[in-house]
């Protein structure tokens, strides 16, 4: 069924899980994340981003309402997060399209302008029952701003927090947007350090670059959400791409979308181990 995502991330705090945040596209990767959480016996959080809404045309309602649909008749719990909002417009529409997080995303913005921005955005999604997170110290890769070396300051992250009034933050300890290979090195000292010092969630971004022992480490050590966009792309390409190099390519994309789809569940019920401590 549809929640929340705030249901979701409390019972994984008490329960000293991960969430999986996975990154939606199109409606295959949405079936695919949700075919894998029911085979993993794990709730899942969808995530639609800016970036993704602008490529289905700057719409956001086609794409949420098959989202939705899905999401509710899932077998598992399932909840919707609008991902990476830069545009005040879009983040305003959040409310009533059936999310019920928001990722406002003002970590470019100089820190006196990220926490004036990102308070008058938690303060909007309190008076509209949304969860609301936000992000300190970038995250590299964005945009093609590659910036690895990128680390969040925990007494700057715990007063960030108390002056913003956000539900979770992002922090840079080590990973980086878009990465193909699990090359990044985690810096599980400082998320020791900013897990004691900040008292809501945190989530990690560019999670598909982290070596899976890793991330298994980072839930150990207090990270909560999870997110993993890339992972299900290099699964999804690499199937189209084998198959259509074959000769006699199918010509109906059913033949390449459905061996995709499946890529991308096996991938995320793989991962969806590695970030239970039960398994
Ligand atoms: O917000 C989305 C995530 O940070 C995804 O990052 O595509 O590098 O896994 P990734
Ligand atoms: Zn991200």
């Known amino acids: 069924p549809l929640v929340t995502t705030r249901e979701i991330i409390d019972s994984a705090r008490r329960d000293g899980a991960g969430v999986g945040a996975f ?3 199109t409606l295959e990767h949405a079936e695919a994340i949700v075919m894998a959480a029911e085979s993993a016996g794990r709730p899942v959080i969808l995530q639609i981003s800016e970036n993704a809404v602008k490529f289905h045309f700057g719409l956001l309602r086609p794409i949420t309402m098959g989202v939705t649909e899905i999401a509710t008749r899932a077998r598992v719990p399932v909840s919707l997060h ?3 909002v830069e545009d005040q417009e879009l983040l305003h529409q959040a ?5 019920s997080s928001v990722m406002y995303d003002a970590s ?3 820190y006196a302008d990220n926490v004036a921005d990102t308070r008058d955005a938690a303060r909007w999604a309190r008076d509209h029952g949304l969860w609301l997170e936000a992000e300190l110290g970038e995250i590299g890769g964005k945009n093609g701003a590659h910036a690895p070396g990128a680390r969040t300051d925990p007494d700057e992250a715990a007063a960030y927090v108390a002056e913003t009034g956000v539900d979770s933050l992002a922090v840079a300890i080590g990973s980086s947007h878009a990465m193909a290979v699990q090359t990044a090195d985690l810096d599980l000292d400082l998320l ?3 897990r004691d010092r900040v008292p809501v969630p945190l989530v990690l971004h560019g999670s598909s670059g982290v070596p899976h022992d890793q991330l ?6 207090g990270m909560v959400k999870i ?3 890339t992972a299900l ?6 199937t189209v791409r084998e198959i259509l190099s074959q000769p006699d390519a199918p010509i109906d994309p059913r033949k390449y979308l459905g061996p995709a789809r499946d890529a991308m569940a096996e991938t995320i019920t793989h991962l969806l181990g590695v970030l239970d401590p039960r398994q």
């Open 23 to 25: 990154n939606v596209i």
């Open 82 to 84: 609008l991902d990476h």
């Open 95 to 99: 409310a009533d399209a059936g999310f």
């Open 108 to 110: 470019k913005k100089a």
């Open 192 to 194: 020791v350090r900013l």
């Open 216 to 221: 298994r480490s980072a839930v150990h050590h």
């Open 227 to 229: 997110n993993i966009g």
């Open 233 to 238: 792309n290099v699964a999804y390409t690499g």
